[in-house]
């Protein structure tokens, strides 16, 4: 799938966020991070736009907030009823077998820093 959706970003390289993001965020929130990905419209509540959080947020980007949503493996207080995939858990159980449970939660906490990383550098 990040094959399908990366072939319009063009010859530049891709980080590892941006196809993680590709790969995993797309299909919802859109290629650009708005909102209007494929299934934006199938779904019951629409999907943030990532490129305005910092904006919503006093113009500071919430990183750890973004990494703890993104995770979801925590209850984020105020965060209301999850939405979206808990990638923490979907993420480690392909990194785990690959690294081993130890080495597993380190990729998985990088993997999630790499899509934050990513999704901050999206904002208008």
């Known amino acids: 799938m990040v094959f399908a959706l990366a072939q319009g970003v063009g010859a530049q390289e891709m980080t590892y966020g941006q196809a993680e993001f590709l790969n995993s965020c797309a ?18 509540k629409r999907p943030t736009d990532l490129t305005r959080l910092a904006e919503k947020n006093g113009g500071e980007f919430p990183y750890f ?5 993104i995770d979801g493996r925590f209850v984020v207080p105020g965060h209301g009823e999850r939405d979206m995939p808990v990638w923490g858990r979907q993420f480690l159980e392909e990194d785990a077998i690959t690294f081993g449970p130890s080495g597993g939660e380190i990729v998985t906490e990088e993997r999630i820093h790499q ?3 990513y999704i901050e550098s999206l904002q208008k």
């Open 27 to 44: 299909v919802c929130h859109g290629t650009s991070g708005e909102g209007d990905g494929p299934l934006a419209d199938e779904l019951v």
């Open 65 to 69: 907030r973004v990494f703890a949503t």
């Open 115 to 117: 899509l934050a990383g």
